[in-house]
Structure formats: structure tokens, C-alpha cells
């Protein structure tokens, strides 16, 4: 074999081959390789880091299904607003509604329970209602903590990733793990015809004989993309650090258009104070999506739009001129939570809430643990104090006995902080934040010293962009012609590209990793 990297050509030896290749293992790559070996075809996963999982594995575990596909269309045309073909929502939207079965079946491999919970979309838009989750409650015999021990997870998404792991498993199907895809190989009319890997700091050109799926998550560790696409910085990974854009480079060099590299799935939240640590924090506002009352049948989405429920949260949000900049308690944090940090003030030349502020006081303090820790890494291990007191020990959080030391510590004007507060505090006994719509039922005074405080900066818990794919997950060139034989699933490309839906990343893991599974098993072999 040679050493030569681009342009990898098809005149060189192959090291070995299969029908399809699979790159990343996390949901999407796992249920297409599932796919395209029920299909009839030998498949090859090849996954970059020590362990499988990606991102998937450390996930809430929540996937949205439909109840009605005509209604998730018409929420998915309003949430993509243009940014995403009819076309392509369509067939998601009806893939959304067979999700339910394919994970039925698949945890019968290993006898887990599959509930299925209602749950409505996170804005008030038509079709809202066509919507409910699945997931896996329970796995019997099975302890997920000892299982993947360098997982935190809410549980859920350890448990249907284990679902998934074992039907990888049950059907033989071979993974090479600490194997990095590094280059697509296509022929002289690029046809994608294998792939070279790096494994153990050699290279391998495997050869796919029917094509090759691209499963590799987004961008969320790489800074150098982001710094291209996005707007503020920094911004912080939450969980994984494998993901770095490779298979958008990867399809890029083969000529693949992108879309909605400016969209993440992100929030605000902390930096841990040990450099070391890889992840920021999220902030968690608690119960986020449960069940409302023990035993009952629905799960309501606290947006705090009319006729939903908002909980108490208490902290707001500072910029670094003292003043409150955002509704803290947006319809839905973990997608757009990050946007108004992003901010950029051309008077002065800079983010005046990049950072911004978090804070809070006594009251707060004892209400639930603001930051939720998640991630798949081996060697970390960090939990959330309940009353988020060893985040203070830790410096993460810090505490000021009055407001005078509050205002010196986020040095602001004194009398510009006691007047941020007092409106503030003003708004809750009134029942009406005046200033940013934020649910009335959701705010708590910041009164009550000591007061907590701490920088708080965008995160993104996973990223949107990526090549685009048609309905059928064939990767596009910049005219609109599928590369043959190149398939995307999972967050790389997603179909999200302007309003997110809680639980459809994972969906669309699984709509979209079936369906390049069993269009790359139906491509012709070479
Ligand atoms: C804390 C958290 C909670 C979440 N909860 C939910 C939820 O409940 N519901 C929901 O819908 N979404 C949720 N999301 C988002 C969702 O988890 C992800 O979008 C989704 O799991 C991505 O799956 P994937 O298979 O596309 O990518 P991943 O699961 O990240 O898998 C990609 C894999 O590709 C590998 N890889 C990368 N580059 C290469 C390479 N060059 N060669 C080989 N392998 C490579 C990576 O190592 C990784 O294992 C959550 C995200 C976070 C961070």
C-alpha cells in the first residue's frame, strides 16, 4: 500500500473489502449498518475512538415519533421555515411514524421495555400535536452505569444505545474501533468505491463494494469549523469530543454541497475550573420533560406558552453591563438558548454577553442542581451536587454576601445592578416579566443573599450541518446530483435548519440511518 493521502484513486491495492462501509458508530451509524445487513449486505463499521457510542450514548434517549404524518409535516415545514425541500421533511415525517416499530423490534435482542410517552412539539405551530416519544425504560439484568462506565447519561440514551450495540453484535457485524476514516476513494466518474482508515497510526484502503453510509456526527469539537460558520466564540462542546467535522471534509472533497452549518442544538451554561476538564456544563432547568405526575400517561413540554406548564428556575442572565438581555427560560433552551449571547455590539466592538452572567441567590440555591454534566469520556467523572454546594467549593459557582460585593465581582456599576435587580424582582411579585416575556410562573426574586454568580457561555450539545441529502439520503453535489454510492445519516447533514424538535436528532438517527442502509444495500456491486 502507499502513503500517498489525496487524491485517493481506485488504480491503488485495496487491503480488504465489503459491500458497505459505515462510518461512526452512534444510533445513525449503528441502525444503517443494522439496515444494510438485513438488507443482505456485509458491512463494516469503522468508528474513530476507544469505544462506540459517539454523542448517541450520552443523549437523553428521548426519540420523537409521529401519531399523525401529515400534521409532523406541516411542524416540520414551520420549524424548517424554507431551509429544508418538502420532499425530504415528507419522507422524515413518515419515517417518524414507523420509528416506533423498528425499536420494538430491535429491543427484542435483549428484552428491553419500550415506553411511548406523549409529548408535544416545542412551539406552537401547527401540527404541534401529531407528536409523542419513545424510549427504552428499562434493560433486564442490565446495569448501565457498570456497562459504560465512562458514560453520564440521563439513562435512557445508554440504554437504547446499548439496544442498538447488542443487535450490531447478535448480527456479527464487524467494527473496528480507534479506526479513523480519513479520505473517501472514488473512481474517475466519482463513484465512491471504499475508503482509507487510520488505524493504529497506519493507513488501510478498505474497499465498499456497494458504497460507503457516512454516520459521523457533526462539529461540535471543532473549533477551527466553527470559527468558519458561526458567529460568537467560543463555544463549547458538552459531551463528546470525536466529533469533528471529518465527514463533512470528507464529503466536501468529493464535491458535496452543505446547509445548515449555521444551526445547533445548544444552550447556555458553565466552564468547569479544572482546565483540564474537556466539556462545558449545560445549565438544566428541572423537571424539564417528565412525566407530570407519577403514573400519568403524558409528558408536557414546560415552554411556558399558553397551556403549558413552566417551573420555577431561578436564575436570570446578566450581559457584562449589568443588565438582563434574554428570556432566560426560552420555549425551548436547549435549541435557541444560546442565540441571544451571540450578540455582537459593532459600537464597541465586542459580545456584551459573550460571556454573559448567571445568577442567582440563597433561595435558588436549595431549588435543584443548575448545571447537568453528560458526556462520553473515559477518564471523567463528574456529578452535580444537589444543593450546588461543591460547585461552589469548586469555584464553579461563586457566592458574594451582598449585592455591593456582587456588583465588584461582576464588575458592573453598583447602582445599574440594584436597579437590574429591583426590575427584575418588580416583574415577579407583578407576575409579568415587562422586559422579555419570560413565563411568569417560571421566575424567582433574586434577593435573598448570598447571591451565586458565575460566567456563562453558548454551548452546543450537537451540531445541525453538514452535506446536504435528498429524501432518500443520497449526498448531493453543489447542482443538486447525488455522489454515487455516498450516503449520510444522523446529525451530519441534518434535516434541522431553523427550529429544532426535542427527541428529533435521535429520530432522525433512525429514520435516516435505515434508509442509507437499505439504499446503499441496494446499490449495485462493483
Ligand atoms: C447531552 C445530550 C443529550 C441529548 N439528548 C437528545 C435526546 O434525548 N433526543 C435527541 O433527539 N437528541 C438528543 N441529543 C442530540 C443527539 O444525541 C445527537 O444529535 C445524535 O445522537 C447524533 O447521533 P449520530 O449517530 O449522528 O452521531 P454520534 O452519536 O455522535 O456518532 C458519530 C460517531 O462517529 C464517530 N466519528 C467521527 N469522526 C469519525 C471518523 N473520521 N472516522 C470514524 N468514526 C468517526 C464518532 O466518534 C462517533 O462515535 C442530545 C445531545 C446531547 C449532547
Not at 18 to 40: K, Y
Request: net charge negative; with cysteine; proline share 6%.
Amino acid at each position: 500500500m502507499t502513503d500517498s493521502t489525496s487524491p485517493e484513486t481506485t488504480d491503488q491495492e485495496w487491503d480488504e473489502e465489503t459491500d458497505v462501509i459505515v462510518v461512526g458508530f452512534g444510533f445513525a451509524g449503528g441502525a444503517a449498518a443494522i439496515s444494510a445487513h438485513d438488507e443482505g449486505s456485509d458491512v463494516l463499521i469503522v468508528e474513530k475512538m476507544p469505544h462506540p457510542g459517539g454523542i448517541s450514548i450520552c443523549s437523553a434517549g428521548g426519540v420523537r415519533i409521529s401519531r399523525d404524518p401529515d400534521g409532523t409535516f406541516e411542524y416540520l415545514k414551520a420549524t424548517n421555515a424554507g431551509t429544508t425541500p418538502d420532499d425530504v421533511l415528507r419522507r422524515f415525517a413518515d419515517g417518524m411514524a414507523e420509528v416506533e416499530d423498528f425499536i420494538r423490534e430491535l429491543a427484542d435482542v435483549n428484552g428491553a421495555t419500550v415506553i411511548n410517552r406523549a409529548g408535544l412539539g416545542n412551539y406552537p405551530l401547527p401540527g404541534r400535536n401529531s407528536f409523542a416519544f419513545v424510549m427504552i425504560e428499562d434493560i433486564p439484568g442490565v446495569d448501565i452505569d457498570e456497562t459504560y462506565p465512562y458514560v453520564r447519561s440521563l439513562g435512557a440514551g445508554s440504554r437504547l444505545f446499548k439496544v442498538v450495540e447488542d443487535n450490531v453484535k447478535h448480527r456479527r457485524i464487524p467494527v473496528y474501533t480507534s479506526c479513523r476514516a480519513h479520505r473517501l476513494v472514488t473512481g474517475p466518474d466519482r463513484t465512491v468505491q471504499g475508503l482509507v482508515v487510520e488505524r493504529d497510526g497506519e493507513k488501510r484502503r478498505i474497499r465498499a463494494r456497494r458504497g460507503v453510509v457516512l454516520a459521523c456526527g457533526g462539529f461540535e469539537a471543532d473549533p477551527s469549523m466553527q470559527m468558519q460558520y458561526w458567529q460568537g466564540q467560543p463555544v463549547f462542546a458538552t459531551a463528546f469530543r470525536g466529533n469533528t467535522g471529518d465527514g463533512i471534509r470528507m464529503a466536501q472533497d468529493v464535491g458535496a454541497d452543505l446547509w445548515h452549518m449555521w444551526h445547533y442544538h445548544g444552550t447556555y451554561g458553565f466552564k468547569h475550573t479544572d482546565p483540564d476538564y474537556p466539556f462545558g456544563i449545560r445549565t438544566k432547568r428541572l423537571p424539564d420533560w417528565f412525566p407530570v405526575a407519577e403514573g400519568e400517561e403524558t409528558v408536557e413540554w414546560d415552554s411556558g406558552f399558553a397551556g403549558d406548564r413552566a417551573v420555577r428556575m431561578p436564575w436570570i442572565l446578566l450581559d457584562r453591563d449589568g443588565g438582563r438581555f434574554m428570556n432566560e427560560y426560552e420555549p425551548y433552551m436547549q435549541d435557541t438558548g444560546h442565540r441571544p449571547m451571540q450578540r455582537f455590539r459593532p459600537e464597541t466592538q465586542d459580545y456584551p454577553a459573550l460571556p454573559g452572567w448567571f445568577v442567582f441567590d440563597e433561595e435558588g440555591r436549595k431549588t435543584f442542581p443548575v448545571g447537568q454534566p453528560l458526556y462520553n469520556e473515559e477518564g471523567v467523572d463528574f456529578r452535580w451536587s444537589q444543593d450546588n454546594q461543591a460547585e461552589v467549593q469548586l469555584g464553579i459557582l461563586k457566592a458574594a454576601g451582598s449585592l455591593a460585593e456582587l456588583a465588584a465581582a461582576l464588575s458592573v456599576d453598583e447602582a445599574v445592578l440594584s436597579a437590574t435587580l429591583e426590575r427584575y424582582n418588580g416583574y415577579c411579585t407583578a407576575g409579568e416579566d415587562g422586559a422579555f416575556g419570560r413565563p411568569a410562573s417560571s421566575m424567582m426574586p433574586v434577593a435573598t443573599p448570598p447571591f451565586y454568580y458565575a460566567t456563562a457561555w453558548p454551548l452546543v450539545s450537537n451540531t445541525q450541518g453538514g452535506p446536504v441529502h435528498d429524501s432518500r439520503q443520497r449526498i448531493l453535489d453543489v447542482f443538486g446530483d447525488p455522489i454515487p454510492r455516498l450516503y449520510a445519516a444522523g446529525e451530519l447533514g441534518s434535516v434541522f435548519g431553523h427550529l429544532y424538535i426535542g427527541g428529533g436528532n435521535l429520530s432522525e438517527c433512525f429514520v435516516g440511518g435505515r434508509a442509507a442502509g437499505a439504499g446503499v444495500a441496494g446499490e449495485e456491486a462493483l
